[in-house]
């Protein structure tokens, strides 16, 4: 398909269709696995949004450090983490990251720059900019990155940790994903801001949509 050369060579684009087909394929079997009983814990789809966690975990580097939620299974493959491994976590299986001791997501490893989420996802934000002020005070190279979706940005873990990140101006990405509610609610019922990139410009840093 059409692209612009300067952004993606024909390898990585191939790279990045099979790491966002890998993902839609790995999340439809432990839909069914969790229909069957054999998933342990809930089951967090990433539907329709396979591409934010693929595009934003695909272009970093090595040395940066990732704190994916619980809807960025893509991040985790594509920082090396096997889809073997993901279904034993699911199912809870000694063979599995955390051996049988969590479930889902909630596991990381340093080893590939994945810090593990907590479950009250706006906290993972106060986590990972940690992460980023320890890479600034080490003067090194690198940048922490979280995701966050249009409800969990409204609680005020998100809101002080995006505020120091400012304040203290460390290597820290922030990815809202809007998907229109935060499990049942819908973003009219959560703010009154419909695109939440203003929100970047009361903090006095840059923000995307």
């Known amino acids: 398909f059409p692209h612009d050369p ?3 060579s024909a390898r990585e684009l191939r790279e990045l269709y099979y790491f ?3 993902n839609r394929l790995l999340e439809e079997r432990l839909t069914v696995l969790y229909r069957q009983g054999q998933i342990v814990g809930g089951l967090y789809r990433s539907l329709g949004q396979e ?3 693929v595009g934003t975990a695909f272009g970093l580097q090595s040395q940066d450090f990732v704190g994916p ?3 960025n299974l893509g991040v ?3 920082r090396g983490i096997s889809p073997k ?7 809870a299986k000694a063979i599995g990251p955390t051996m049988g001791r969590d479930v889902n997501t909630h596991f990381g490893d340093m080893e590939r720059g994945i810090v593990c989420c907590t479950s009250m996802l706006g906290a993972s934000f106060s986590v990972m900019m940690g992460v980023a002020m320890a890479l600034k005070l080490q003067r090194k190279k690198a940048v922490a990155i979280s995701w966050i979706g249009d409800g969990g ?6 809101h002080e940790a995006m505020n120091m990140a400012a304040v203290k101006k460390v290597p820290f990405i922030a990815v809202i994903e809007n998907n229109g509610y935060a499990y049942s609610t819908p973003n009219t019922r959560e703010t009154p801001i419909r695109e939440f990139v203003v929100k ?8 995307i949509r």
């Open 6 to 8: 300067r952004l993606f």
């Open 20 to 22: 966002l087909n890998l």
């Open 51 to 53: 591409a934010t966690s």
């Open 69 to 71: 939620m619980i809807r």
């Open 76 to 78: 985790f493959m594509v």
């Open 85 to 91: 491994d993901i279904m034993a976590q699911y199912m």
């Open 153 to 158: 940005q409204t609680n005020g873990y998100f």
């Open 200 to 207: 970047a410009k009361a903090y006095g840093i840059p923000g």
